[in-house]
């Protein structure tokens, strides 16, 4: 007998969802699930309204399209019920499941799936399962993309690393000579002491695409690939101590590879209310691993010299941002102070200029100045320079009013970067320091041994190639642990020149300082603001737990909150 809603047969929605996981599988195609649930609609005497069909979506997903307009008809009266093949077709999720059940229930929807048992505890272990799978078949996946790169094989990517092509299985890379002739062009213009402004600029003026094929260049893309070890030069004995003995046995003798890497950073998604466009929105933060869990995968080498890549690699390092001083103004919030929350890149300085001759300056993301609207970066907006400078300055005027305060998060601030560091870099550098002696006195040691007849030269050979492996590492692990100690020295020279700064200032004089001032307390400070539309200012660093303390009363500092 025909089900009826008192106006006659009850209207419905059917759901259908494949992963990409899940789609070779036997009964989770499409029209497999589509032909089930019209079976079944049409001999219970429902009246189908319209297929919602979610292809590619994960299960834990609550925000999909097909059941963004499963909720659209339901808060418009249009259904009855939502039929789904399997109750995992409609959520992986116990806690999805049950609050979709409430907000549905509350309009007179009902969520049907044709496994249900129609008992609430056998309904329960069913989502419990189906959640439980989920995990599984994310580990399973990890595990395996891991085993895969032990292997020697790379993750096929949507768009390989630029200067390469993925092979015809998609599990190696290949140097691709038009691009990789553009990789070589970069290391050699900033080698030669080009700014990568002034790449960016001939890269475009010359036609030449972006990796992300449109014709601008970003500033962070040529960066990063200055400093990626795909593009230098690695030998055989350099891969073999990072990778698998059965990849590198693979490996030719006089070789040179790049290296691909994979499990560098830990990915974290969050859904945020975009009040914009109504709707929640995915949000990524990325958080960088320890590096004896990197995975590395030998390629073809990019033919760049080791000599370019350490020139191109220092200039690089010498040729740090400065505030720009665009329209003979300066901008205290550029030098990477100010960036977008949304992508992450700075805000750049924008004038325009009025027929009045009245001159308004902004800053915006430079994203979609490098890139166009068609970028994901959503964030249109620009703000009034003076305006959020001053908004800045007064939260930072609050805070300079407690200086002791200041010194105490620099403390906290330096030893972060220790921690971060791992041991005492000054004890790291005593250690290897230790190891390049004692491998010099054991060479000496061998060479005298030789010298008497006790060793054969073969011996000689294989135990100083030991000693020559043990000093390259001595000397890498070395220099890191210098430039760490260097890093923390810079930072309390900083902190003891910003405690200098305050002994010989009134307080009042705070009031009186000129925008140059300004960016170097900011950048002696490691401010760093963050922008997002319709959120107020995010501070980071030592700013935020400062920032916090104040507001619970720890400190005398009364800190006004920040907006847009």
């Known amino acids: 007998m025909p089900s009826t809603n008192g106006h006659g047969p009850k209207r419905a929605i059917l759901y259908v969802r494949v992963s990409t996981e899940e789609q070779a599988k036997s009964g989770y195609s499409i029209p497999e699930q589509l032909r089930e649930l019209r079976t079944y609609a049409a001999r219970e005497g429902y009246r189908v309204i319209e297929e919602a069909i979610d292809d590619g979506h994960s299960g834990a997903d609550p925000y999909r399209p ?24 409609l959520f992986r999720s116990r806690l999805y499941r049950l609050l979709w059940d409430q907000d549905l229930g509350e309009l007179g929807v009902k ?16 989502d419990e399962f189906a959640e439980w799978e989920r995990e599984e078949i994310a580990r399973r996946t990890q595990e395996g993309l891991l085993e895969k790169c032990r292997g020697g094989l790379v993750v096929k990517r949507k768009r390989a690393a630029y200067g390469y092509r993925a092979s015809e299985d998609g599990n190696a890379l290949e140097v691709s000579e038009t691009e990789i002739e553009v990789v070589r062009r970069i290391f050699r213009a900033v080698a030669e002491g080009m700014s990568v402004r002034s790449v960016r600029l001939s890269l475009e003026r010359d036609g030449i695409p972006a990796p992300s094929g449109i014709g601008r260049w970003n500033h962070t893309t040529i ?24 990849v590198a046995a693979l490996l030719d003798e006089n070789g040179l590879y790049g290296l691909w ?22 949000r ?20 760049i010299t080791e000599t370019v890549i350490e020139a191109a690699r220092q200039s690089l390092k010498d040729n740090a941002r400065k505030p720009s001083e665009a329209d003979k103004r300066f901008w205290e919030l550029s030098g990477a102070i100010l960036r977008c929350g949304e992508c992450g890149h700075t805000l750049r300085p924008h004038t325009i200029r009025k027929s009045s001759g009245k001159h308004l300056h902004y800053y915006a993301c430079r994203s979609r100045y490098n890139t166009g609207p068609a970028r994901d970066c959503s964030n249109n907006r620009h703000l009034r320079a003076e305006r959020i400078e001053e908004q800045v300055w007064e939260f930072v005027r609050g805070l ?16 972060e970067e220790r921690r971060d560091a791992g041991r005492d870099p000054e004890h790291d550098a005593k250690f290897w320091s230790k190891k390049m002696t004692e491998a010099e006195v054991e060479r000496r040691g061998y060479h005298r041994l030789a010298a008497r007849g006790h060793m054969t ?60 001032e300004r960016h170097h307390i900011y950048k002696l400070l490691r401010l760093g603001v ?13 700013f935020a737990e400062v920032a916090e303390e104040a507001e619970a009363g720890l400190s005398s500092c009364k800190l006004s909150p920040l907006g847009v």
Do not use: C
Not at 234 to 242: C, I
Not at 262 to 273: D, G, I, L, Q
Not at 288 to 298: D, K, S, Y
């Open 66 to 89: 097909g059941l963004r307009r499963v909720m659209e008809l339901a808060e418009g009266g249009a259904i009855d019920v939502v039929l789904a093949k399997k109750r995992n077709r």
């Open 111 to 126: 969520l049907v799936a044709l496994d249900d048992t129609g008992n609430r505890f056998g309904d329960a272990m069913q």
């Open 223 to 246: 960066k990063n690939m200055l400093e990626n070890d795909l593009y230098a030069p690695h030998t055989r004995e350099e891969v073999a101590r990072l990778v698998e003995p059965a």
């Open 261 to 282: 890497t994979w499990n560098t950073r830990k990915t974290t998604r969050r859904k945020v209310w975009d009040e914009a466009a109504g709707e929640f929105k995915i």
């Open 284 to 303: 990524y933060s990325y958080a960088p691993r320890p590096r004896e869990e990197w995975l590395f995968v030998p390629v073809p080498g990019a033919g």
């Open 400 to 415: 300079l009013k407690d200086p002791e305060r200041i010194r105490v998060g620099l403390d906290r601030l330096i030893e």
């Open 457 to 516: 030269d073969e011996e000689l050979s294989g135990a100083l190639s030991e000693l020559d492996d043990i000093r390259e590492t001595a000397e890498r692990e070395l220099e890191a642990a210098r430039a760490r100690s260097e890093a923390l020295e810079r930072l309390s020279r900083d902190r003891d020149a910003l405690m200098e700064f305050y002994a010989g200032m009134v307080r009042e004089a705070l009031d009186d300082l000129a925008s140059e």
């Open 530 to 542: 963050r922008f997002r539309p319709n959120w107020p200012l995010e501070i980071s660093g030592v």
